[in-house]
Each structure stands twice: as structure tokens, then as C-alpha cells.
């Protein structure tokens, strides 16, 4: 396992990873430099950190070539909530040399329970970008907020900007939304009987009341 501080310039022919890859330890944002070639063995795993606008990244000196093995794992971990279209490039290669191979998780990766496409066609780098997702309203929570996160079935985070929120069942129906200034892509009603309050908000595809009848 490979776990150097932050900002270490690495030289050589090829640097390759069999084991773990964390630029700068787990849960710390940092930039690793290798002026060489790189390669991600089949049992690498390059563990990067989000947090806020900013992430762990690897940059490639120019007109050298990352290679991804087969079996070679991406994971991770986020302590903010991305808005869709939120992107953090972590491998950086400057120069013209595509990527080589692909991640075992494919075009897709969720970490810390947001949902991320991986993009490997963007110049020479790889980029993460958060994607939209759907919340389900389960009230599980021990108030009506929004930022409850138990008050959502993922249980984890709560709808950021372009996502949608779906509204279910008959527990806590009152939601608030204590988030100022959020933008949702849109609202769906999937049951009758909820009165939503709090802080006013953006819909940029509208409301879609498909069950019974609902106050906003």
C-alpha cells in the first residue's frame, strides 16, 4: 500500500500500484506527481477522498501513459454533498496519451452514498461527476427536516441540487425543507396527504402530483 503525504513528485521509468493508493491517507486531500509511467495492477485499489469543490488526485507528467488493469478497484469516500454536475478530475495526465483500460466499477461509482460517473474519455484524465439521484421521503427520522438524513430511505445524505425527491407513504407527512436556496430537478407525489413547508425552492422540470391530493 502506497499512502505518501501530501504533494510527493515521484520519478522513474513506471510507478506501478498493487496494492491500496490514497495520495495522501485516508479522509486528507492531496496530489500525488509521478513523471513516469503509471500502472494500476489487478490488485490496486486507488482510494480517493471528496471533500467540498476539492478531491485527491494523481497527475501524470505529460506524454507518459496510465494503465488500468483489469481487476484494478476505485473506492472512496465524501464528507460534503455534491450537487449533479459537481466533477473532480483524479488522475490528471496533461498530455495527449488516453487512459489505458478502465476501473472494475465501470462507468459508475457510488461513494459515501452519492452516486458518480466515471469519465475516461475527457482529454487524458479521469474525472468523477456527480449524478443525478432520486430520494424517497420514508420519515424515519426524529423531525420533519429535510437534512435529517433518517428521513430519506437511503439514510445517508438528502436531495441536492438537481435531483429528485419523491414523496411516499404516511409517516411524517409534513416535511420541511430547512435548506435554503435548493433547485431540484423535480417533486413527485406518490401518495395524498402531505402538506409541504419550509424554505421555498426551485423545480427546473416541474411538480408531478401522481396520487391523491397534496399542499405545498
Do not use: C, E
Amino acid at each position: 500500500d502506497v499512502t505518501p503525504v501530501d504533494n510527493v513528485y515521484l520519478v522513474g521509468t513506471t510507478a506501478t500500484f498493487n496494492g491500496k493508493l490514497t495520495p495522501a491517507g485516508d479522509a486528507v486531500i492531496g496530489t500525488l506527481t509521478v513523471d513516469g509511467n503509471v500502472t494500476f495492477g489487478a490488485a490496486s485499489q486507488y482510494y480517493v477522498t471528496l471533500n467540498g469543490a476539492t478531491s485527491d488526485k494523481l497527475v501524470v507528467t505529460a506524454g507518459d501513459t496510465v494503465t488500468l488493469t483489469a481487476g484494478a478497484d476505485l473506492d472512496g469516500q465524501g464528507s460534503s454533498l455534491h450537487s449533479v454536475g459537481d466533477a473532480f478530475t483524479i488522475i490528471d495526465n496533461p498530455g495527449a496519451v488516453a487512459i489505458v483500460g478502465t476501473f472494475a466499477d465501470g462507468a459508475a461509482i457510488t461513494i459515501s452514498g452519492q452516486d458518480y460517473g466515471i469519465d475516461y474519455a475527457t482529454g487524458s484524465d479521469v474525472t468523477l461527476t456527480r449524478s443525478q439521484m432520486t430520494w424517497t421521503w420514508d420519515g424515519g427520522g426524529a423531525n420533519d427536516n429535510w437534512t435529517t438524513v433518517a428521513n430519506w430511505t437511503a439514510d445517508s445524505w438528502y436531495p441536492a441540487d438537481g435531483d429528485i425527491a419523491i414523496f411516499t407513504g404516511v409517516v411524517r407527512p409534513t416535511p420541511s425543507n430547512d435548506i435554503v436556496g435548493r433547485t431540484l430537478d423535480s417533486i413527485i407525489f406518490n401518495a395524498g396527504g402531505f402538506t409541504l413547508g419550509g424554505n421555498a425552492l426551485t423545480l427546473s422540470n416541474g411538480l408531478n402530483n401522481a396520487v391523491g391530493t397534496n399542499t405545498i
